[in-house]
């Protein structure tokens, strides 16, 4: 049994260091920062979310403390990482014209990023 619990480990740290790698290549590589967003937030999520199963696996099946950690830092991770990139972009659109692309927001909304202020 203790073979299975390894390659099903192994399995996962194996999967969530590709996304972690395929992340951190995007991050690198993509070239403004509008498409930036999607290496950290998209694929180091699920990069980090498959070590952190990894650990709780781990832990869990082979009769060792259950960690609560793993499952605080997995809800940290999930709640930070949408938020950041929505800052994120917000701040490259206000930072940046808008192009001939953008539609204007209608007039009663009173939140667009869009809106010129009166």
Do not use: C
């Amino acid at each position: 049994m203790s073979l299975l619990i390894d390659i099903i480990v192994s399995a996962f740290i194996l999967i969530g260091s590709v996304f972690l790698f395929v992340g951190s290549f995007g991050l690198f590589k993509l070239p403004d920062t509008m498409r930036r967003l999607h290496g950290p937030t998209k694929a180091t999520t699920l990069g980090i979310g498959a070590l952190l199963i990894a650990s709780i696996l781990y832990f869990a099946l082979l009769g060792q403390a259950f960690g609560i950690h793993e499952v605080l830092i997995t809800l940290f991770l999930f709640l930070t990482a949408p938020v950041t990139a929505f800052m994120i972009s917000k701040a490259h659109i206000f930072r940046n014209k808008p192009t001939q692309q953008s539609l204007p927001a209608p007039k009663d909304s009173g939140w667009a990023t869009l809106t010129k202020p009166r």
